[in-house]
């Protein structure tokens, strides 16, 4: 199975800053995907990271709030802007391992606190 | 409508007892997905079983899937104390080839020494 790092591992922010996630994956893949999880709650997508070409956003998300960004097949970043306490979560990248199990995995996680 | 509706939300059992939890959802899937997460760290994956498969197995994790109830369920024999986490189910909701998962709201199970 793919290999996934996060950095940072967890941050605490000021409101209205903006901070940025990265992800990096061991292998190529060709799907990357952004998942945020609110306090006490499940995983909700944000944007599906496609290579080459702007990502997809769920409704309810936008670019301008999350802009990401990925630059090749083992690599993506996602930045929260103008963060508010709201956007206190865990963020989780994750991939597909395409053809032979069609299974997603995870990333660790990046714990961001906005006070 | 949501997908991934689990039950019980919470479970807390003795070490050495089955635990079981329930997921249903609300549209045609590809594959469900259960997952693992402890402290609100990472997701681990633990067993995919496809839209066509009924049953699998993976050492002590017993999935099931009912198509025409919509339904899926996590069987965990002879828990212990390492078995403490939520757990997740997520489907995907469009066809084959671009898989976007969507969770349920999830179950946390707490074993007792």
């Known amino acids: 199975s793919a290999v996934i790092s996060q950095k940072p591992s967890r941050d605490i922010c000021q409101r209205g800053t903006s901070l940025t996630i990265q992800c990096q994956v061991d292998s190529q893949v060709t799907m990357m995907f952004w998942y945020r999880q609110q306090p006490g709650q499940s995983l909700t997508l944000i944007a599906t990271?496609?290579?080459?070409?702007?990502?997809?956003?769920e409704s309810g998300f936008v670019i301008d709030k999350f802009p990401i960004s990925r630059p090749n097949l083992t690599f993506s970043t996602l930045t929260v802007s103008n963060m508010s306490p709201e956007d206190s979560s865990i963020y989780l990248c994750?991939?597909?391992?395409?053809?032979?199990?069609?299974?997603?995995?995870f990333g660790p996680g990046t714990r961001l606190t906005v006070l | 409508s949501q997908q991934g509706e689990e039950d019980p939300q919470a479970l807390s059992i003795q070490e050495g007892e089955n635990a079981t939890m329930n997921c249903s959802y609300k549209?045609?899937?590809?594959?469900l997905q259960w997952y693992r997460q402890n402290s609100g760290r990472g997701l681990v994956h633990l067993i995919l079983i496809r839209s066509n498969e009924r049953e699998k197995h993976s050492g002590r994790l017993r999935v099931t899937l009912d198509t025409s109830k919509k339904s899926s369920s996590l069987l965990i024999t002879a828990s212990r104390a390492a078995d403490t986490a939520s757990y997740f189910c997520a489907t995907d909701k469009l066809p084959p080839g671009a898989q976007k998962l969507v969770f349920g709201q999830g179950t946390r199970l707490t074993i007792n020494p």
């Open positions: 994750s991939v597909e391992e395409k053809g032979r199990t069609d299974t997603q995995y």
């Open positions: 990271a496609n290579q080459g070409s702007e990502a997809t956003y």
């Open positions: 549209t045609s899937i590809n594959n």
